[in-house]
């Protein structure tokens, strides 16, 4: 194996290592906005697993967080909570930074 091959498999190893790691990162956010969302809506223990587990799936509709922010907004909505969208989203910053510091 020469060096060139080397270093594309080093390259290849470390994008599968960093794409495992946005991953985790990203459903670990989810976790935590799921919990502050169930919180809001008053969920029990077992519908706040349930609902974590929906927040997850919603995160995999799209690209990004905005499937994950409708999904939050269309519950609230739902249930007659008031809320605004700048405490949603600052939420779901703040639940990044968190699962983040996790994997640090």
């Known amino acids: 194996m ?3 091959d080397e270093r594309e498999k080093s390259f290849e190893k470390k994008f599968a290592k960093d794409q495992e790691l946005q991953f985790k990162v990203a459903a670990r956010s989810n976790k935590y906005l799921g919990e502050f969302a169930s919180f ?4 029990s223990d077992k519908e706040k697993q349930t609902y974590i587990q929906e927040i ?3 995160d ?3 690209a990004g967080q905005e499937d994950v922010f409708r999904k939050i907004k269309k519950d609230f909505q739902s249930a007659s909570i008031s809320i605004e969208d700048s405490e949603i989203r600052e939420q779901m910053e703040k ?6 510091e996790d994997f640090k």
């Open 2 to 4: 020469n060096k060139f």
């Open 40 to 43: 809001k809506l008053g969920k």
């Open 56 to 58: 997850i799936k919603a």
């Open 60 to 62: 995999m509709q799209e």
């Open 95 to 100: 639940a990044l930074l968190r699962a983040k």
